[in-house]
């Protein structure tokens, strides 16, 4: 597991786009925190950075999933804050986004039995009087070397 400290949301956004130089086909990674946390800044750091484009990133908190189509592997952007029944997963498309994309899940304790075990568990919790978060990877075997390689290039940064 490892921890890092950011100071604002302009470098939430920023370790998510450092985040996308190590993603790849398959890859699940699962967003968890209070609301406001800044599950969805990350998750636009990373998507904008591997669309290569300043497109707009919104939550899909009220669609449950968008798609984002790109030269590199298609991303799929889970929030399941409203999701009622964990079967639902199913009807948006996981199976899919697990076999031809990379997949982000914000809000994934409402569906662990349909997440799989190698995926990169990311935590953020948020200070609100300093606003800065605190972001702990628990990394999964497939994930371990590439974390150890995340935490090099985004200190170095």
């Known amino acids: 597991m490892l921890t890092f400290l950011l100071k604002s949301e302009e470098e939430t956004y920023r370790f998510g786009s450092t985040l996308a130089d190590k993603i790849s086909v398959g890859d699940v990674i699962t967003l968890s925190g209070q609301l406001g946390s800044g599950k969805t800044v990350l998750a636009r750091g990373l ?83 300093t606003n800065q978060r605190q972001i702990q990877l628990i990394e999964s075997t497939l994930w371990f070397n590439r974390v150890k390689e995340f935490k090099f290039l985004f200190e170095s940064l």
């Open 47 to 129: 998507i904008q950075t591997h669309l290569d484009s300043n497109e707009y990133i919104p939550s899909p908190t009220f669609n449950l999933v968008n798609i984002y189509d790109s030269k590199k592997p298609t991303i799929w952007h889970f929030d399941l804050y409203r999701l009622k029944n964990p079967i639902e997963i199913e009807e948006l498309g996981l199976d899919e986004a697990l076999a031809d994309g990379v997949t982000l899940i914000e809000w994934p304790e409402k569906a662990l039995e349909y997440i799989p075990n190698n995926v990169l568990n990311i935590t953020i919790s948020t200070n609100r009087e």
